[in-house]
């Protein structure tokens, strides 16, 4: 059995993974549009893996029998100054996911929830 105050968190990155991929897929249209094809491309594959993450996480609460409570995902950001303005987006959303998952390996830890 699964903690409330840890299914929340794990709830909370599925949702941060999801907005991720979909950060990432809008950005990849974005550079697709504007003929930056190689970025868009790396940045399809980038959508791709962070929805790769939700899954694996999804599938752990599954596995469970926890709850899984998915919240609605606001609209990304379809617009940019630069292919730059792109890569800064994605660096400030990869450090706040990276951030987020290691506060909840953190309280995994303090919760016992190995």
Known sequence: M??????QAINEQIHAELSASY?????SAYCDRTNFSGAAKWLR?????????????????LAR?????LADIARPKTDYASLLDVFETSFAQEQSVSSQIS?????????KAY
């Open 2 to 7: 699964m903690s409330d105050t840890i299914s």
């Open 23 to 27: 950060s990432y897929l809008a950005m």
């Open 45 to 61: 594959v980038q959508s791709q893996e962070e929805y790769t993450h939700a899954m694996k996480l999804l599938d752990f609460m």
């Open 65 to 69: 029998h926890a709850k899984v409570v």
């Open 103 to 111: 506060s909840l390996y953190e309280l995994a830890f303090k919760e």
